[in-house]
Nanobody, 122 residues
Framework: VQLQASGGGLVQAGGSLRLSCAASGRTFSRNAMGWFRQAPGKEREFVAAISWNGDNTFYADSVKGRFIISRDNAKNTMYLQMNSLQPEDTAVYYC????????????????WGQGTLVTVSS
């Protein structure tokens, strides 16, 4: 599976962005997917994850109620709708995939996109 993240940019606090993760490969629909982020000087952290069929989702406490993860298997694409963005959400956002149930830890994912930068100004 090859992953390509897009949709990052500069937004003011309180604004919204939608990230996309386009996947190539025949088995996309069998993969659990996740979003992670890495702020400058910090470790990569879990943001959200979704099961292969979209029935199950899980969020980090820091984004719960503000971010929504979804996927469209017909388009081989996963999304992250980010609302009420805050300066602390500033980071490079990465999408990831794994051939199993959804997970929240970085090393559980074997496939990674290149990242897209989200900058939230105050």
């Amino acid at each position: 599976v090859q992953l390509q993240a897009s949709g990052g940019g500069l937004v003011q606090a309180g604004g919204s962005l939608r990230l996309s993760c386009a996947a190539s490969g025949r088995t996309f629909s069998r993969n659990a997917m996740g979003w992670f982020r890495q702020a400058p000087g910090k470790e990569r952290e879990f943001v959200a994850a979704i099961s292969w069929n979209g029935d199950n989702t899980f969020y980090a406490d820091s984004v719960k109620g503000r971010f929504i993860i979804s996927r469209d298997n017909a388009k081989n694409t996963m999304y992250l709708q980010m609302n009420s963005l805050q300066p602390e959400d500033t980071a490079v956002y990465y999408c990831a995939a794994r051939y199993s149930a959804l997970a929240t830890i970085t090393f559980a994912y074997g496939y990674w996109g290149q990242g897209t930068l989200v900058t939230v100004s105050s």
